[in-house]
């Protein structure tokens, strides 16, 4: 039997307010804060997918979804990792859109930093400021150990989003992304 007093500290402590139409966490300022949302896999999926980044046209938002809903993705790097057999449990892919599939994903191997700065989805980084950053900094592996000082000299960055992209290169779960898009032959260094 539960306790009386759980009961209570459940009716109370439940948070309140709108929720996530995919996973039912409760929204924090609009946004759904369950890392592992297929909502949220799928959206960073889709602006990796856009022309600005990788250039995969046939990779659009339902598909995206799906694939996070079978537990196939949880970022971007794990779309090349997928097998034929993974992709055909689409009914959006047949053998013949799989092969142009994998042209496009093949191309993007090709992508410049800037557009992989503008793939990894970094809090306030868009497509100017991701070009920006590959100017200054003209390889990925430079970013990786960058100092907050030498970050800020980027004109166009305020403190917030310099923060937001080293914070985003010590996180182990984009470390793992990173390896991942290492092994596949990503331009990185
Ligand atoms: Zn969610």
Redesign the pocket.
Known sequence: MIPIFKIFEGIFNTPKGPK?D??Q?VLIDSN?P?MD?P??IASWVVQWASTEAANIPILNSSIALKLAKLNLIIHPADIYELSESDWLQLPEINKIKYKDLTRFLEASKNMTPESLLYGFRIKGVDYPIAKDLANKFSAISQLRVVKIEKLITVGSLSEGTAFAVRQWFRDSFNKRMLKILDAQGFKLD
Do not use: A, W
């Open positions: 996530c995919e996973c966490s759904c369950n949302c909502i949220k």
